[in-house]
């Protein structure tokens, strides 16, 4: 079995002292500490156990002891590698404590000088891994040497932090290096752990002097260097004793990490030079130079393999059995995979009996001795194929499967995100010249980008303009639900929160006026208290934005200073940043609660409105539209013209009115009950617009949206926009009210219709008995308005 190795040291560096450090004064460059190779705390482990309660255990301390004894050119600290390569024996015996005989054949592990890259004892693997001709530990791939001498001085800082100060240090992050692998072309991934079990820490001159908080802000701003520069010179410590190295292959894990990464980004496998570096992966993580990667996606429709877009095909070999006459038995092999959707394992192509000969033959002649086929499972489908070739017999077998399956599903999510992004581009034509479109409109403007593409055709180069979308005698149906007071209660929010944040600065202003007498805490409190009357007589444009901006630039930086200088204001000052949100920076209750509170009235009516709308679509396929504001509004129109090869019948029209008004009922019902839940106890009022007229809607493409088309069809927007600040004639009050319903039309003949429904919510006792019939004051440019208002029984 083979042993570490100490082996003889080189004329240099190992002959020159190993106490290394910076001159006195200059500024540190690479490792800043002076560190010494001593095999003393080592012994005195081992001088330790001499009286073990494990009688092995003791017998080796002692002789130990006796060989130490017999050595002393090993004690304190040694000049150079080569007392260690003259006395062999002695070091074998000590090293026993972390080099056990039994690991050393498999384990990674080698002893340093203190945070240095000179090792001088380590296991076969180590040095195979590791370390370069003079003992010298080579640079990983994936760290430079800046980096790595910066690490170390972090870690050096972190012991005497721990050692001399008596801090609880944060766990080690994880430490990865990625080394060549020469023997097959590629490279591994290692972690690596540093222990510093065996390195003491020797104080220079005196000792500086740190309080908690410095430790504390130490630990925070661990990466930056030059503030433990300047708390903890390097000149006053020295490190002496020998770290040891501990590394463990974690290949397969950080290949499958870096695997899932790869393959969730978006156009992985849309390029070539993509899928190569996913091949190189593979490669290392298979431990096998030459293994070929072939991925082809599958249409389940067209139960036939495709492109995977801009004609990139990575299925090696789907590629070169193209006009080979091979396809029936390439299908054949491949209908096994989709049926029985297990891999298939050749560890032999040669002999595979699974193979029809004349593939076999071709794979042979792709220079594919072993395989393995996996079909990609997305759901109940299969969107793909994956495969593995290599030229050697046996270098893919069963073993190699459990790999296999723990990226499978990688590949198949993105074989399923490469489909459903084709599909985004084919619709993205019809984006271009339109916006996200109604299922029930869909079809049109389909049609017609079909027809500007035919007309792009025929028009040989010339820019054709996209055709008018106008759908015709559409009825409409407008509604909305308002939030009763909501501007009142947003200023009143802000209002009371800007009021109790100023009154907290005051107090901690007032505090600090006890025990400073700076001219800057009059100022300050003097405008507290300036805006603080001015808020309590009501709230201006402005005041909120000016009034936070002066706290945080102002008044909160003097809060600091003085939390750092006034340890008696700490108290005040900690209960100030107690109200104050962390993330805003600001304190932020009664808004909050505020807007908890629409946030929820809007929620409740948008969640009912979509799932009674669902239904709705099953009378009749309409076009709908919701926005959220202080409350919710929706457009609702229906027609003929809207759909494909369906009659439209005004029985439709009057279904979708009734059906407008229970679901108003219905809001209005759930949002009163939701009041008392609430942290501001908002209530909604209801309101329904009633047009009788079809009218005809145009898709703006400047706007990506539908208006009304027509200069007549214009009042109806007009009118629509106005009504939610409707007044009654004569009294000023407004129309709509909480726990009413109120129905707003222009002629007497509109309000026939809606009387029959009220009527029957009425007697289902939905509605209480009585209707107000309103006549409404003039809005600007709108005049002659009526109105029909009725109370919801809640």
Same mark, same amino acid.
């Given at each position: 079995?083979?042993?570490?190795?100490?082996?003889?040291?080189?004329?240099?560096?190992?002959?020159?002292?190993?106490?290394? #450090?910076?001159?006195?004064?200059?500024?540190?460059?690479?490792?800043?500490?002076?560190?010494?190779?001593?095999?003393?705390?080592? @012994?005195?482990?081992?001088?330790?156990?001499?009286?073990?309660?494990?009688?092995?255990?003791?017998?080796?301390?002692?002789?130990?002891?006796?060989?130490?004894?017999?050595?002393?050119?090993?004690?304190?600290?040694?000049?150079?590698?080569?007392?260690?390569?003259?006395?062999?024996?002695?070091?074998?015996?000590?090293?026993?404590?972390?080099?056990?005989?039994?690991?050393?054949?498999?384990?990674?592990?080698?002893?340093?000088?203190?945070?240095?890259?000179?090792?001088?004892?380590?296991?076969?693997?180590?040095?195979?891994?590791?370390?370069?001709?003079?003992?010298?530990?080579?640079?990983?791939?994936?760290?430079?040497?800046?980096?790595?001498?910066?690490?170390?001085?972090?870690?050096?800082?972190?012991?005497?932090?721990?050692?001399?100060?008596?801090?609880?240090?944060?766990?080690?992050?994880?430490?990865?290096?990625?080394?060549?692998?020469?023997?097959?072309?590629?490279?591994?991934?290692? /972690?690596?752990?540093?222990?510093?079990?065996?390195?003491?820490?020797?104080?220079?001159?005196?000792?500086?002097?740190?309080?908690?908080?410095?430790?504390?802000?130490?630990?925070?701003?661990?990466?930056?260097?030059?503030?433990?520069?300047?708390?903890?010179?390097?000149?006053?410590?020295?490190?002496?004793?020998?770290?040891?190295?501990?590394?463990?292959?974690?290949?397969?894990?950080?290949?499958?990490?870096?695997?899932?990464?790869?393959?969730?980004?978006?156009?992985?496998?849309?390029?070539?030079?993509?899928?190569?570096? @996913?091949?190189?992966?593979?490669?290392?993580?298979?431990?096998?130079?030459?293994?070929?990667?072939?991925?082809?996606?599958?249409?389940?429709?067209?139960? #036939?393999?495709?492109?995977?877009?801009?004609?990139?095909?990575?299925?090696?070999?789907?590629?070169?059995?193209?006009?080979?006459?091979?396809?029936?038995?390439?299908?054949?092999?491949?209908?096994?995979?989709?049926?029985?959707?297990?891999?298939?394992?050749?560890?032999?192509?040669?002999?595979?009996?699974?193979?029809?000969?004349?593939?076999?033959?071709?794979?042979?002649?792709?220079?594919?001795?072993?395989? @393995?086929?996996?079909?990609?499972?997305?759901?109940?489908?299969?969107?793909?194929?994956?495969?593995?070739?290599?030229?050697?017999?046996?270098?893919?077998?069963?073993?190699?499967?459990?790999?296999?399956?723990?990226?499978?599903?990688?590949?198949?999510?993105?074989?399923?995100?490469?489909?459903?992004?084709?599909?985004?581009?084919?619709?993205?034509?019809?984006?271009?010249?339109?916006?996200?479109?109604?299922?029930?409109?869909?079809?049109?403007?389909?049609?017609?980008?079909?027809?500007?593409?035919?007309?792009?055709?025929?028009?040989?180069?010339?820019?054709?303009?996209?055709?008018?979308?106008?759908?015709?005698?559409?009825?409409?149906?407008?509604?909305?639900?308002? @939030?009763?007071?909501?501007?009142?209660?947003?200023?009143?929010?802000?209002?009371?929160?800007?009021?109790?944040?100023?009154?907290?600065?005051?107090?901690?202003?007032?505090?600090?006026?006890?025990?400073?007498?700076?001219?800057?805490?009059?100022?300050?409190?003097?405008?507290?208290?300036?805006?603080?009357?001015?808020?309590?007589?009501?709230?201006?444009?402005?005041?909120?934005?000016?009034?936070?901006?002066?706290?945080?630039?102002?008044?909160?930086?003097?809060?600091?200073?003085?939390?750092?200088?006034?340890?008696?204001?700490?108290?005040?000052?900690?209960?100030?940043?107690?109200?104050?949100?962390?993330?805003?920076?600001?304190?932020?209750?009664?808004?909050?609660?505020?807007?908890?509170?629409?946030?929820?009235?809007?929620?409740?009516?948008?969640?009912?409105?979509?799932?009674?709308?669902?239904?709705?679509?099953?009378?009749?396929?309409?076009?709908?539209?919701?926005?959220?504001?202080?409350?919710? %509004?929706?457009?609702?129109?229906?027609? /003929?013209?809207?759909?494909?090869?369906?009659?439209?019948?005004?029985?439709?029209?009057?279904?979708?009115?009734?059906?407008?008004?229970?679901?108003?009922?219905?809001?209005?019902?759930?949002?009163?009950?939701?009041?008392?839940?609430?942290?501001?106890?908002?209530?909604?009022?209801?309101?329904?617009?009633?047009?009788?007229?079809?009218?005809?809607?145009?898709?703006?493409?400047?706007?990506?949206?539908?208006?009304?088309?027509?200069?007549?069809?214009?009042?109806?927007?007009?009118?629509?926009?106005?009504?939610?600040?409707?007044?009654?004639?004569?009294?000023?009050?407004?129309?709509?009210?909480?726990?009413?319903?109120?129905?707003?039309?222009?002629?007497?003949?509109?309000?026939? %219709?809606?009387?029959?429904?009220?009527?029957?919510?009425?007697?289902?006792?939905?509605?209480?008995?009585?209707?107000?019939?309103?006549?409404?004051?003039?809005?600007?440019?709108?005049?002659?308005?009526?109105?029909?208002?009725?109370?919801?029984?809640?």
């Amino acid at each position: 079995m083979p042993a570490p190795s100490l082996l003889s040291a080189p004329p240099s560096p190992a002959d020159q002292p190993l106490a290394l #450090a910076p001159a006195a004064g200059a500024a540190p460059t690479g490792f800043p500490f002076a560190a010494v190779l001593s095999l003393e705390p080592l @012994i005195a482990y081992w001088a330790q156990h001499e009286h073990d309660d494990n009688p092995g255990v003791a017998r080796l301390a002692r002789t130990v002891a006796r060989q130490v004894a017999e050595h002393p050119a090993c004690h304190g600290d040694l000049p150079s590698v080569a007392v260690l390569d003259a006395n062999p024996e002695l070091v074998d015996t000590l090293m026993l404590a972390m080099f056990p005989p039994a690991a050393t054949a498999t384990a990674i592990t080698g002893a340093i000088v203190p945070f240095h890259r000179q090792a001088f004892y380590y296991t076969p693997r180590f040095a195979e891994v590791l370390l370069g001709r003079d003992r010298t530990i080579k640079q990983p791939l994936n760290v430079d040497l800046a980096m790595l001498e910066e690490l170390m001085t972090r870690l050096a800082y972190l012991l005497i932090l721990s050692r001399e100060y008596g801090a609880e240090l944060p766990l080690p992050g994880a430490l990865i290096f990625t080394v060549p692998d020469y023997r097959i072309g590629l490279y591994r991934h290692y /972690g690596v752990s540093i222990d510093s079990t065996f390195v003491r820490v020797r104080v220079v001159g005196e000792k500086p002097a740190l309080s908690a908080e410095q430790v504390q802000h130490l630990l925070r701003h661990r990466h930056h260097l030059p503030t433990w520069y300047e708390l903890l010179p390097p000149a006053h410590f020295m490190l002496e004793g020998f770290n040891l190295l501990q590394l463990v292959d974690v290949t397969t894990q950080e290949i499958l990490s870096e695997l899932k990464y790869d393959l969730l980004e978006r156009d992985v496998l849309q390029a070539s030079d993509r899928i190569e570096q @996913i091949q190189e992966k593979l490669r290392v993580l298979f431990a096998l130079p030459a293994l070929q990667l072939g991925i082809a996606a599958y249409d389940e429709r067209k139960k #036939a393999f495709v492109d995977f877009g801009r004609k990139v095909n990575h299925s090696f070999l789907t590629k070169q059995l193209q006009g080979q006459g091979l396809e029936n038995d390439f299908r054949q092999v491949y209908n096994r995979l989709l049926t029985e959707r297990r891999p298939l394992v050749l560890d032999d192509v040669a002999t595979a009996p699974e193979l029809p000969d004349s593939l076999r033959q071709q794979m042979l002649r792709l220079g594919v001795r072993s395989a @393995i086929l996996a079909a990609l499972p997305y759901g109940s489908d299969t969107v793909g194929l994956l495969e593995l070739g290599s030229p050697g017999v046996g270098d893919l077998d069963e073993f190699a499967l459990e790999l296999v399956n723990q990226f499978v599903p990688l590949f198949a999510v993105a074989v399923k995100r490469n489909a459903e992004d084709q599909e985004t581009r084919v619709q993205s034509v019809v984006k271009e010249y339109f916006t996200a479109i109604h299922p029930t409109m869909e079809w049109r403007f389909n049609d017609a980008a079909r027809r500007l593409l035919a007309r792009r055709e025929e028009a040989g180069g010339r820019v054709v303009e996209m055709e008018a979308i106008v759908f015709e005698d559409v009825y409409p149906l407008h509604g909305s639900s308002d @939030i009763r007071g909501s501007s009142t209660a947003r200023n009143e929010a802000v209002q009371g929160d800007l009021i109790e944040h100023l009154t907290l600065a005051g107090r901690v202003l007032k505090k600090a006026s006890e025990y400073q007498q700076l001219p800057i805490l009059d100022e300050l409190k003097f405008y507290v208290n300036k805006h603080l009357r001015r808020l309590r007589q009501g709230i201006l444009s402005g005041d909120e934005v000016s009034i936070y901006d002066s706290l945080r630039t102002e008044v909160e930086p003097l809060f600091e200073y003085l939390a750092q200088n006034v340890p008696e204001l700490r108290p005040t000052i900690a209960g100030y940043w107690q109200h104050i949100d962390e993330h805003l920076g600001i304190l932020y209750k009664r808004r909050r609660d505020f807007e908890l509170s629409v946030t929820r009235l809007n929620d409740t009516i948008s969640d009912y409105l979509d799932e009674q709308e669902a239904e709705a679509q099953a009378m009749f396929p309409h076009y709908y539209q919701r926005l959220k504001t202080d409350g919710v %509004e929706y457009n609702i129109y229906v027609g /003929g013209s809207l759909v494909q090869d369906k009659p439209f019948d005004l029985v439709f029209l009057k279904n979708l009115r009734l059906w407008q008004l229970l679901v108003m009922v219905e809001i209005t019902r759930r949002t009163h009950a939701l009041q008392a839940e609430l942290p501001v106890p908002l209530a909604t009022t209801q309101l329904i617009l009633i047009h009788s007229q079809p009218l005809s809607i145009r898709f703006r493409q400047d706007e990506r949206q539908f208006d009304v088309d027509g200069t007549y069809n214009i009042r109806y927007e007009i009118i629509k926009k106005r009504i939610d600040k409707a007044t009654v004639l004569g009294t000023g009050e407004r129309l709509t009210q909480p726990g009413y319903l109120a129905l707003v039309y222009a002629q007497t003949r509109e309000a026939t %219709e809606y009387h029959e429904y009220i009527d029957y919510l009425q007697d289902r006792g939905l509605l209480e008995p009585g209707i107000e019939s309103l006549e409404l004051e003039e809005l600007q440019g709108v005049k002659g308005l009526l109105a029909l208002r009725v109370k919801v029984r809640v």
